[in-house]
């Protein structure tokens, strides 16, 4: 088992453009989650999936955000226009199911020029 | 909401002093409470967790105890040694979504020196 994994480490774009983010969760994990993280404080809640169902969404997902789980394997993250804003580390974590740990890719990080 | 208040400022412990990193919570019902640590150029770990009031969360020398009373989880290590240098984050799941999102802390970043 080697852990969640999480691609790219680094993105650098220009603001408008789109960018997409990868997130391969444990295998056997039936949850993901994604999370943004801003430099000096904790993680934020984005959206998580059970399998392939996206459960739920914060508010802080705008409609230029949208997170996929297509066969409840991976799962991806794209920012559509991004704006200066958006820069942050974006986490992925997975878990075996309701009420069990969550853990936690090494993280994207996204700056925006 | 369910939000998470953790002390403020980095913390700054010569090697074996005692560690305090306090942590309160706001949230209906009973939450579950974790300590999660970040060191440098890694991702998240948990690093212990408690369901329950009065449920103890231990590892690695750390502790932390659930007091419902006082909606508090601070986190306690007796000898702090360099390696536990680290940001250290304070989270709850909710009651009525456990096992769902997670609510984390700002952070404390701990450093130990020799």
């Known amino acids: 088992d080697t852990g969640v994994s999480q691609n790219p480490r680094h993105k650098i774009t220009k603001r408008g453009q789109n960018v997409t983010f990868r997130c391969d969760p444990i295998?056997?994990?039936?949850?993901l989650y994604w999370y943004r993280q801003t430099l000096g404080q904790g993680p934020e809640f984005l959206t998580y999936?059970?399998?392939?169902?996206?459960?739920?969404k914060s508010r802080l997902l705008s409609d230029r955000f949208s997170a996929e789980r297509p066969k409840g394997s991976f799962s991806t993250l794209e920012i559509q226009r991004t704006e200066q804003g958006d820069s942050a580390m974006y986490l992925c974590?997975?878990?075996?199911?309701?009420?069990?740990?969550?853990?936690f890719g090494p993280g994207t990080r996204l700056t925006v020029t | 909401g369910n939000s998470v208040t953790q002390m403020e400022g980095p913390v700054t412990l010569s090697e074996e002093a005692f560690l305090t990193i306090n942590c309160t919570y706001t949230?209906?019902?009973?939450?579950?409470l974790f300590w999660y640590v970040q060191y440098p150029g890694e991702g998240l770990q948990l690093l212990l967790k408690?369901?329950?009031?009065?449920d103890k969360g231990s590892n690695k020398g750390f502790e932390a105890t659930y007091r419902k009373e006082t909606t508090s989880f601070h986190l306690e290590k007796g000898s702090v040694q360099v390696s536990d240098s680290a940001v250290y984050f304070c989270?709850?799941?909710?009651?009525?979504?456990?096992?769902?999102?997670?609510?984390f802390g700002e952070g404390t970043q701990l450093t130990v020196n020799p």
């Open positions: 974590a997975s878990s075996l199911n309701r009420g069990y740990e969550q853990y």
């Open positions: 295998s056997e994990h039936n949850r």
């Open positions: 999936f059970q399998n392939e169902a996206q459960l739920e």
């Open positions: 949230a209906t019902g009973y939450p579950s």
């Open positions: 408690a369901t329950k009031a009065d």
């Open positions: 989270a709850l799941s909710g009651e009525e979504t456990s096992g769902s999102r997670l609510t």
